[in-house]
């Protein structure tokens, strides 16, 4: 049976991927940074995943074993703005590095052979437009830019990297979302957002990878 994991399944999106892909039928390990908000469906794998606490993988790697992970989905991050120049909030630069950036680089380190031993072998990073250096004409949002960025240049070495083991890496941006990490006036729901994702997650051949794209599959400047 064909299997995902997804990180960040307390709320939006995160928890979207994990009941499409439960309702298409997938095994599904749905992962929280608290398990207090796990959903109640009894198809799916729940899991305590702090992307920022190296123990929780350990736990869970050990949980998973050698069980093929067909899918990898990145999701977790924050985005909150860290304030204007001369006036940074650092802890919170700090924290968008450490969960968007290198808690995305240690999921896969830690469950890359899990991906390798599947048949699809995608790992796919949920990145943002706001990562884009050629596209930002409006400044700002030092943290999050700068932990999207470097997730995309973290997601391009992979691609190269595991290019030789069959893994396909894949940037997406959800587009702008109604999710607590996007706004309610977002024109796109989470629902919308997702099957989009997922549709042009399953069009991609493996041979495409290490590609910075919208939902919707249209290429993005890096
Ligand atoms: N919505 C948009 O418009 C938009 C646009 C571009 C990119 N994105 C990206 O899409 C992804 C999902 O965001 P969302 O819109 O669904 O917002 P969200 O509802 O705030 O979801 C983010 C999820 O990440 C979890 N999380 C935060 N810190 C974590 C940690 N240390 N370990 C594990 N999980 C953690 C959050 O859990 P808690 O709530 O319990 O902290 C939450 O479930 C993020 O990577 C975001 O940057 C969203």
């Known amino acids: ?59 869970l790697r050990q949980r998973i074993g ?14 909150l703005d860290s304030g204007h120049l001369g006036q940074l ?16 680089l240690k999921l896969v380190e830690t469950f890359v052979d899990n991906v390798a031993a599947s048949g699809i072998r995608r790992i796919v990073l949920v990145t943002s437009r706001m990562g884009s250096i050629a596209s930002n004409l409006t400044g700002g949002h030092y943290g999050y830019r700068a932990s999207k960025a470097g997730l995309n240049a973290v997601g391009r070495s992979l691609a190269l990297d595991l290019h030789r ?6 940037m997406i941006h959800p587009g702008w979302v109604n999710t607590a990490g996007g ?14 994702m997922r549709a042009t997650v399953a069009r ?16 993005l400047p890096w």
Do not use: K
């Not at 083991?165 to 894949?170: K, Q």
């Open 204 to 219: 991609m051949g493996n041979h495409e990878t290490g590609t910075y794209v919208s939902f919707d599959g249209q290429p």
């Open 1 to 59: 049976m064909t299997s995902v994991l997804v990180t960040g399944c307390d709320s939006g999106l995160g928890r979207e991927f994990a009941q499409q892909y439960a309702d298409a039928g997938w095994t599904v390990w749905a992962t929280y940074r608290d398990i207090a908000n796990a959903l109640a469906d009894d198809r799916m794998q729940h899991a305590a995943l702090d992307v920022t606490a190296f123990g929780d993988f350990e736990a």
């Open 66 to 79: 050698g069980a093929p992970l067909d899918l990898l989905v990145s999701n977790a991050g924050i985005g």
């Open 183 to 196: 706004s309610p006036q977002a024109p796109l729901s989470a629902r919308d957002s997702v099957s989009a």
């Open 89 to 104: 909030d650092f802890d919170y630069v700090h924290r968008m590095l450490a969960v968007n950036l290198v808690g995305a």
């Open 165 to 170: 083991r069959g893994v396909a890496v894949t």
